[in-house]
């Protein structure tokens, strides 16, 4: 008798094979066999009609500060997501001494959007160095397994100290000494570096991340750590700006050293349109020459959400406005449908530069709606749809975020849809030199909610996208599962076969759904943060246990910290 047989479900088994029909029997942690399982279960699953997919493998999360005090990895493991990497973009919270504590919050606030106050009260700072933090995760137990980077900014900190937020040139004594500390990290069993040398990446008051410029010298040092070990990548976030001939030629040359993958985020700019192809073209080049680099995307446009309940909205900083935003929202928002605080907000100047850029191109803004839609024609816009009612987009912005007892959501995508398409997007999927990524789960938990972007891969381009072409959903799965996985260096996980660990989706795909999401005042000090649940996911099972039924938690928790490709 087998612990569990997935019985009779349509098998696509991560290898971007055909599907076909089969039974999945599991004992302990590992599939037993595919095929015709005569043995019965010990528990079953009656998977007829349904499809039976791998567990996804999220490369790109911001759990960091969440496995600390939380052992649901929401909303990721709600969207199919059985290992989530953690650690990302260069932000983290080791090594770190208690007088540099400060500045890795404050960090961690500005470039990933949680809240001084939420992690000053959820980290317990049992940890200081590298190995003591991943041994505190590895005490833990989760509703998904983790894996963990080295991050560069507290490197920086830890060994330069005050000069390392001055952004000074580290001394060859210091370059050495944090490339000691990423191999011993990467010894502890980190499964890779990540770094960032983004602008946009600095603390709300304005403060650059440390790594921002970090000289060459410098990253070859952390690349020579990752050779030496032999296993795990490094994560880079860039402009691109450096120019951009001269910073991808400095990315090759330490893939090169490091003589490991280089993963990096690809993105459509609307200030450059077309610029995601010429970084595709170097990549090809630099992978034709033995330097293997990957562009990492994702399936939709990374959009801004705003709404009255949520962090961000184009009335803000508007003094009538302001005076009930600390209203909780059901008086909030019947002080807001009163007509003359209505007009009186829409007469206010917007004040604030940032906003003004970022919300109030009506022609690209869009009701979210739920099912949300992620590739809204032209005539969804806010802009068009006012100009049908004759109104203001103003004015209907203010009316639609009153939607839903306020609660309603409106989208900015502000990268990924420069086109008023996804696809370029599509292009960048399917080519043979990029990853899925970049759903950054745990953060922006006030204004963007992406760790759904697994279901979304499944629904929109394996089933209902109309404004282009779809993808098979054998390759859809194979990029969200055995893809990442295997990129990491995780080879014991991605594909349905015998001996394979027993990570696994059953899905009702006619039934397959997102949702809006939603606020939860969940987090640590009562702080908010979006989650996005989905509709159709019968079961997920990690480790052979199943997890989540129909999208509730059963209160297993196999879940567990993945050292170097080895489970802790």
């Known amino acids: 008798m087998h612990d569990l047989v997935i019985r009779g479900g349509t098998v696509v088994d991560g290898t971007g094979a055909p599907s076909f029909e089969a039974d999945v029997a599991i004992d302990g942690a590992r599939i037993a066999a595919v095929g015709k399982v005569s043995a019965r279960g010990k528990e079953e699953i009656d998977a007829k009609g349904l499809l039976v997919t791998p567990g996804f493998v999220d490369i790109h999360t911001h759990y960091d500060a969440q496995a600390s005090w939380s052992e649901r990895l929401i909303s990721s493991s709600i969207n199919g997501v059985t290992t989530a990497l953690i650690g990302n973009c260069g932000v983290g919270f080791a090594p770190c001494r208690p007088e540099r504590r400060d500045m890795l919050v404050k960090l961690m ?205 184009p009335f803000l900083t508007r003094p009538s406005y302001r005076e009930v935003a600390q209203l909780p929202l059901p008086d909030r928002v019947a002080a807001l449908r009163d007509p003359a605080r209505r007009a009186r907000i829409l007469a206010e100047p917007t004040d604030d530069a940032g906003l003004k850029v970022r919300l109030n191109n009506w022609d690209k803004i869009f009701p979210l709606g739920d099912p949300p839609d992620y590739e809204p024609p032209p005539e969804r816009s806010v802009a068009a749809m006012a100009t049908v009612r004759g109104m203001t987009p103003e004015a209907l912005c203010y009316d639609l975020m009153l939607e839903r007892d306020g609660r309603a959501i409106l989208n900015r995508p502000l990268l990924n849809y420069a086109d008023g398409d996804l696809e370029a997007i599509r292009q960048m999927m399917t080519h043979p030199h990029t990853l899925m990524g970049l759903g950054d789960g745990g953060a922006h938990v006030g204004y963007i909610c992406d760790a759904s972007c697994m279901t979304h891969m499944l629904v929109h381009w394996a089933r209902d996208r109309k404004r282009g072409a779809r993808l ?37 795909f006619a039934r397959l759904q997102l949702r809006a999401p939603r606020m939860h005042y969940d987090l640590p000090a009562g702080g908010k943060r979006l989650v996005q649940t989905a509709d159709g996911y019968v079961a997920t099972v990690l480790s052979g246990a199943i997890t989540y039924r129909e999208g509730e938690a059963t209160g297993a928790l196999p879940g567990r910290l993945v050292r170097g490709g080895r489970a802790a």
């Open 109 to 313: 606030e500005g470039v990933e959007d949680l809240p001084e106050v939420v992690l000053t009260e959820g980290l317990s700072w049992s940890w200081e160095s590298f190995p003591d933090y991943l041994n505190f995760l590895g005490g833990r137990r989760y509703d998904t397994d983790i894996a963990a980077m080295v991050t560069h900014a507290p490197l920086r900190v830890h060994v330069m100290g005050e000069r390392a937020e001055a952004h000074a040139e580290a001394t060859e004594a210091e370059i050495a000494e944090m490339a000691r500390l990423a191999a011993e990290g990467l010894a502890a069993g980190a499964v890779g570096i990540s770094t960032s040398r983004a602008l946009a990446h600095r603390t709300l008051d304005g403060r650059h991340i440390p790594t921002l410029g970090a000289p060459e010298p410098e990253l070859e040092a952390l690349a020579r750590a990752l050779r030496d070990h032999g296993h795990g990548w490094l994560q880079v976030i860039s402009d691109f700006d450096d120019p951009a001939e001269e910073e991808f030629a400095r990315l090759r040359r330490v893939a090169a050293v490091a003589g490991r993958p280089l993963t990096f985020s690809l993105l459509q700019r609307e200030s450059k349109p077309t610029f995601w192809r010429w970084l595709l073209d170097r990549v090809e080049e630099a992978n034709a020459a033995g330097v293997q680099m990957f562009g990492q995307v994702m399936g939709r446009p990374v959009g801004l959400m705003f709404g009255f309940e949520l962090s961000q909205h």
């Open 472 to 508: 098979p959903v054998e390759q859809a799965v194979k990029r969200i599962s055995h893809d990442n996985a295997a990129a990491m260096g995780l080879t014991d996980r991605g594909v349905i076969a015998a001996g394979r660990k027993a990570d696994i989706n059953v899905i009702d």
